[in-house]
C-alpha cells in the first residue's frame, strides 16, 4: 500500500474515532475509580438485588455523562439481556407533567407490545405507569428511567418527580432513576419533599487531570496494530506520536488550548482540526498541525478585517498617502465591525474624525490577527511591536 | 467535617440495646419470619406479629437487672460481607421502602390518631384530622399501618368496619377530581356525569339527607400531600373540610402535609363553625430516636453489621441537620457500599500479593498476616464518616478547584466587583474586570467571544446566574456561590490568593 494511501486510511480511522464518544471515554473508564466503574455498580447491585436507586450525574456539557452512560447501558444489556428496559425522557421537551406521562405510557408499550392509546388521560397514564412498575417488579425486570436535562424537570410541581421517586418507595417496583444536567445544584432546586425520596447519590464528572489527559491523547491518536493498515507504518506513527506526547512545547499548546474550557468535547474538536491538518506526504502527525490548528479554532471573524485597521493605521502616519473618504470608508467599516466604538454617545454634529474613539477588541488579539495576515506589510507589526 | 464525638458512656442506649439482644434471643424465629420480603412470604401477618413482640417488651421489664447484663455477653456474631445472602438480606433491611412491621417511636401519634377514629367509628360520627411534619417522620408510614389497625378493631368490637379511601394528591389532574374519586367509591351504582361540581353537589345533598346516608358505612379518608389541593381561592380545600361538618356526613377525613399551620392559614372559617380539625404534629426525630429505629431494623438480623459508634455518629448527624429518617437509611446503606468496595479493593490486593509470594519464596509470608489482622467485618466509624461526608457535601469546591484556568479568572473577577455590595452587574462590566485582572498579572487573556462561552458556562453550571438580553454586553450576571467558597476554594494558588485579598 502506498505511503499516501495508508495515510489516508489512518486519517479517516482517527476522524472516525474522533466522532465516536463510546470510544473516546473507554480509557477513562477502565480504573475502578472511575465513574463509569460506580455507575455500573450502583445499577447492577440495583439490578441483582432488586432495590430501588435515585443518582444524578452532574458535571459541565460536554464532559462525557451521557457518553459513560450509554456505555454502562450497553455492558449491562449485554450482562442481564432480559432483566432491563430503559426510558428515556429529556428535559427540554417532557417537562409538561401531562406530556412526560404519556411519553412514559408510549415507551413503556413500545417496550412491551402493547397498544398505546393518545386520549389516555393524566390519571390513566399515571395509574399505567405504577401499574406497570409493579408487573416489572413481580417479573424481576428493572426499569431504568434516564432524565436528561434533570434541572428542568425540577420547575413547577416537580410532580413527575415526585410521582417516580414516590413510586420507588413502595417494595413493589423495581426502578432505576438516573438524572442527568449540568448545574451542580440541581439537587437543591428540588421541593424538600422530592428531596427526602432522593437518595443523594451524585456523580461528579470533572475535566481530566493532565495524566488522565496524556493517556486520552495516546489511547485515541495511536493506531492499531492488526488492522489493515501496514505494520510497519503504524508501529512508525505510534513511535513518533509518542514522541510528539512527551514533547514540552506540544504539552504547552495543549494546556494553553485547554485554559478556557478543559471539557473532553471542547478537546475533541480542536483534536479533529490538527488530525485534518495532517500532511498526507509523510503520513504522520507532527507539532505544527497542531499549532495551525489552536489559532484556526481561536480565531474570531473579526480578525479576518484587520486590512482595515492597517489602512487607518497608515492614514495617522502618513496621512497624505491616502485619499480622505477612502480613510472615511475604511473607518465606518471598522465601527460597523464592531472593531471599534465611539466613547461618547453625544451627537452626530460633530464630524466622523474628531470623535474619540476607542478599541474594542484587546491588543493581543491584534497581535494574533496580524501576525496570522500573511500579506501584513512589515511597517504595521514594527509598529504594533513598538505599542506593545 | 464530620466530628467524631464520642457518648458519655450514658446508661440509657445500653438498656434499649439490651433489650433487644435479649428480643433476638427469645424469639429468633419469629423475627426471621418478620424479615422475608412480602413477595415470597404468605404466612406473616402484622397482627400475630406485632401481638408477639408487643409481649416480649411487656415481658423485659420484669426481668432482674442482673439477667440482663448476662445477656448482654452473649452477642451476635459479627457478619461476613463477602457473603452475597448476607449483603443482600442487610440491604433490604435498610431499604426505605421496606416497612417495618410496628412503627417504633411513633407510638404516642398513632394512639392519638387511632382514638380519635375509634370514636368517630363508634358515635357514627364525622370528623377531620391534620397530620403535619417534615418529610421523613412516618407520617404516611404510621397512616398505613393505622387503616389496618382502625378496621380490625372495628371487626373486634362489632361496629360496621369502615371503607377506607386513601388519595394522594399529586395524581389529581384538577384539584376538583378529588370530589369526583370519594363519590366514586361511595357510589358505585350511580353514575355521575364527570363534572366536579354536581360530584361535590351529590355530596353535600347526599350528607344532609338522614334516611339516604345512614345506608352508607362511614369511610375513612387519607388524603395524602395536602398542600397540592391549595388553589388561589381555596375553595376545594374549604370544600373538602366542609364536608365533615354537614349534620349527616359520614367521612373520617386524615389530611396530611408538611406545613404546620396549615390548618389555621387555610382554613380559618371552620373554627367559626367549631370545627377545626384536630392536629397532630410529628416532629423530627433527634438522635435517641433515629437510634432505636435503625436497631429495631437491625436486630432480626442474626448478626452485628455495623460498629456501635458508627450507629450514633449516624444518628448524631443527620439528627442535628434534619431529621430525617431516610437520609439516616440512606447513609448507612451508603456506608455499606463502602465496606463493599474496601473489600473489594483489599481481595484484589491480597491476590496480587499471592502472586508476588510465589514468585519470591524467599521472603516470609507476613503479608497475609497483616491482612488477616485489618479483617474487614463490621462497618466502621471512618466508613460510616466518609458516607456522611458524601450526602453532605456541596460539590461547590471541588468543582471551583477544578474549573480551567480562564474561568477560575472569570470567577474571581466576578468576585470582586460584587465585593463592594453591588447586587448585580452587566456581562460587560464583567469581561473589563476580568481584562483589567489579566493586564494587571501579564496573562494573556482570552476573546470577547470565548468569554461569552465561558459566562454560559458557568450559568449553565449553577456558578453565575445570567438574565435575558438581545445584547450580549447587557445582560445581567448575578453570583450563585458564597464569595467564601470561592476563597476557600482557591485558596491553593497563590496568584488567586493574592488577586482575592
Known amino acids: 500500500m502506498g505511503r499516501e494511501k495508508a495515510a489516508k486510511e489512518a486519517l479517516n480511522l482517527l476522524r472516525g474515532r474522533l466522532c465516536d464518544p463510546t470510544f473516546v471515554f473507554k480509557p477513562l473508564s477502565d480504573s475502578p475509580e472511575s465513574n463509569y466503574s460506580k455507575l455500573k455498580f450502583i445499577i447492577s447491585s440495583s439490578v441483582t438485588e432488586a432495590c430501588n436507586n435515585s443518582i444524578l450525574l452532574l458535571g459541565p456539557r460536554g464532559s462525557g455523562k451521557i457518553a459513560v452512560l450509554e456505555l454502562v447501558l450497553k455492558d449491562l444489556f449485554l450482562e442481564y439481556p432480559d432483566m432491563i428496559s430503559v426510558i428515556r425522557l429529556s428535559g427540554l421537551l417532557h417537562s409538561d407533567d401531562n406530556c412526560a406521562f404519556k411519553e412514559i405510557a408510549r415507551q413503556l408499550c413500545v417496550e412491551h407490545d402493547l397498544l398505546f392509546s393518545k386520549m389516555a388521560s393524566f390519571d390513566d397514564n399515571s395509574q399505567f405507569m405504577i401499574a406497570m412498575l409493579r408487573e416489572c417488579g413481580l417479573a424481576h425486570k428493572t426499569v431504568i428511567f434516564v432524565l436528561d436535562e434533570f434541572d428542568l424537570f425540577a420547575q413547577g410541581k416537580q410532580r413527575l418527580l415526585y410521582s417516580l421517586l414516590d413510586a420507588m418507595q413502595s417494595i413493589t417496583s423495581q426502578a432505576v432513576v438516573i438524572g442527568v444536567s449540568c448545574r451542580l445544584d440541581a439537587d437543591q432546586l428540588l421541593e424538600k419533599r422530592v428531596r427526602s425520596r432522593f437518595s443523594h447519590r451524585k456523580l461528579m464528572f470533572l475535566p481530566p487531570s493532565k495524566e488522565d489527559l496524556q493517556r486520552l491523547l495516546g489511547h485515541i491518536l495511536s493506531l492499531p496494530l492488526d488492522s489493515t493498515l501496514p505494520r510497519d507504518y503504524a508501529v512508525e506513527f505510534n513511535a513518533k506520536l509518542q514522541n510528539m506526547l512527551a514533547d514540552e512545547k506540544f504539552k504547552q499548546t495543549i494546556y494553553t488550548y485547554m485554559d478556557s474550557d478543559a471539557t473532553v468535547n471542547h478537546l475533541l474538536r480542536f483534536l479533529f482540526r490538527a488530525v485534518s491538518y495532517m500532511d498526507l506526504g509523510s503520513g504522520f502527525l507532527a507539532l505544527e498541525n497542531f499549532k495551525t490548528a489552536l489559532p484556526n479554532i481561536q480565531r474570531q471573524p473579526k480578525l479576518e478585517c484587520i486590512t482595515e485597521y492597517k489602512s487607518i493605521h497608515d492614514t495617522f502616519q502618513t496621512s497624505d498617502y491616502y485619499a480622505r473618504n477612502v480613510c472615511l470608508r475604511a473607518f465606518e467599516h471598522l465601527q460597523q465591525r464592531e472593531l471599534i466604538s465611539f466613547t461618547d454617545n453625544r451627537g452626530h454634529n460633530q464630524s466622523v474624525e474628531f470623535r474619540p474613539v476607542k478599541l474594542l477588541i484587546s491588543s493581543y488579539e491584534l497581535q494574533k490577527g496580524l501576525k496570522s495576515y500573511r500579506s501584513c506589510p512589515v511597517i504595521l507589526l514594527k509598529l504594533m511591536d513598538r505599542e506593545a | ?501
Not at chain 2, 253 to 269: E, M, S
Not at chain 2, 463 to 490: I, N, P, Y
Open chain 2, 1 to 501: 467535617m464530620p466530628t467524631i464525638a464520642r457518648s458519655n458512656g450514658d446508661s440509657t442506649p445500653q438498656k434499649r440495646r439490651l433489650r433487644s439482644d435479649a428480643e433476638a434471643k427469645d424469639s429468633p424465629i419469629s423475627t426471621t419470619v418478620k424479615w422475608k420480603s412480602p413477595r415470597g412470604c404468605s404466612s406473616a401477618s402484622p397482627n400475630s406479629l406485632s401481638n408477639g413482640t408487643e409481649r416480649d417488651f411487656s415481658d423485659n421489664p420484669e426481668r432482674s437487672p442482673v439477667k440482663k447484663n448476662f445477656g448482654k455477653f452473649i452477642s451476635k456474631p459479627k457478619w461476613n460481607p463477602g457473603d452475597t445472602e448476607q449483603m443482600r438480606e442487610v440491604k433490604e433491611a435498610l431499604h426505605v421502602s421496606t416497612a417495618p412491621s410496628t412503627v417504633v417511636c411513633r407510638e404516642d401519634e398513632q394512639k392519638r390518631v387511632l382514638e380519635f377514629c375509634k370514636v368517630c367509628v363508634e358515635q357514627e360520627k364525622a370528623g377531620s384530622l391534620y397530620v403535619c411534619g417534615c418529610p421523613g417522620t412516618g407520617k404516611s408510614l404510621s397512616m398505613e399501618k393505622l387503616k389496618q389497625l382502625l378496621v380490625d378493631w372495628a371487626k373486634e368490637a362489632g361496629h360496621r368496619q369502615p371503607d377506607v379511601l386513601p388519595i394522594n394528591c399529586t395524581s389529581l389532574a384538577k384539584t376538583s377530581d378529588i370530589f369526583v374519586k370519594i363519590l366514586g367509591d361511595a357510589q358505585q351504582r350511580r353514575k355521575v356525569n364527570g363534572s366536579a361540581t354536581s360530584a361535590l353537589q351529590h355530596l353535600q345533598n347526599l350528607y344532609s339527607q338522614n334516611p339516604r346516608s345512614s345506608r352508607i358505612k362511614m369511610m375513612l379518608i387519607i388524603v395524602d400531600e395536602l398542600d397540592y389541593l391549595i388553589t388561589k381561592d381555596r375553595a376545594v380545600l374549604h370544600d373538602l373540610f366542609m364536608l365533615t361538618t354537614f349534620p349527616f356526613s359520614r367521612c373520617i377525613l386524615i389530611g396530611i402535609a408538611n406545613a404546620i399551620d396549615l390548618a389555621d392559614r387555610f382554613l380559618p372559617r371552620l373554627q367559626s363553625l367549631n370545627c377545626k380539625p384536630m392536629v397532630v404534629t410529628f416532629r423530627a426525630y433527634d438522635k435517641d430516636q433515629i437510634l432505636k429505629i435503625l436497631r429495631e431494623r437491625l436486630s432480626a438480623l442474626p448478626y452485628i453489621v455495623f460498629q456501635p459508634q458508627a450507629l450514633e455518629l449516624c444518628a448524631r448527624k443527620v439528627a442535628a441537620a434534619s431529621g430525617d429518617m431516610r437520609r439516616a437509611l440512606c447513609v448507612c446503606r451508603s456506608a455499606i457500599e463502602i465496606l463493599e468496595a474496601e473489600l473489594k479493593e483489599s481481595s484484589s490486593n491480597f491476590n496480587s500479593l499471592t502472586v508476588e509470594k510465589a514468585c519470591f519464596e524467599q521472603q516470609t509470608a507476613t503479608a497475609p498476616d497483616i491482612l488477616k489482622k485489618q479483617d474487614i467485618d463490621v462497618v466502621r466509624l471512618d466508613h460510616m464518616a466518609i458516607a456522611l461526608s458524601k450526602t453532605y457535601r456541596t460539590p461547590i469546591v471541588d468543582t471551583i478547584q477544578s474549573l480551567p484556568q480562564h474561568q477560575q479568572i472569570l470567577l474571581c473577577s466576578a468576585v470582586k466587583h460584587f465585593r463592594g455590595g453591588k447586587k448585580d452587574t452587566t456581562v460587560g462590566e464583567l469581561k473589563k474586570s476580568y481584562m483589567d485582572i489579566c493586564k494587571s498579572s501579564l496573562i494573556p487573556p482570552v476573546g470577547s467571544l470565548e468569554l461569552s462561552t465561558i459566562c454560559r458556562v458557568l450559568n449553565d453550571q449553577g456558578l453565575l446566574k445570567l438574565g435575558q438580553s438581545r445584547d450580549d454586553k447587557s445582560k445581567r450576571v448575578t453570583l450563585r456561590v458564597d464569595e467564601a467558597d470561592v476563597t476557600f476554594a482557591l485558596q491553593g494558588i497563590r496568584f488567586f490568593r493574592n488577586c482575592l485579598q
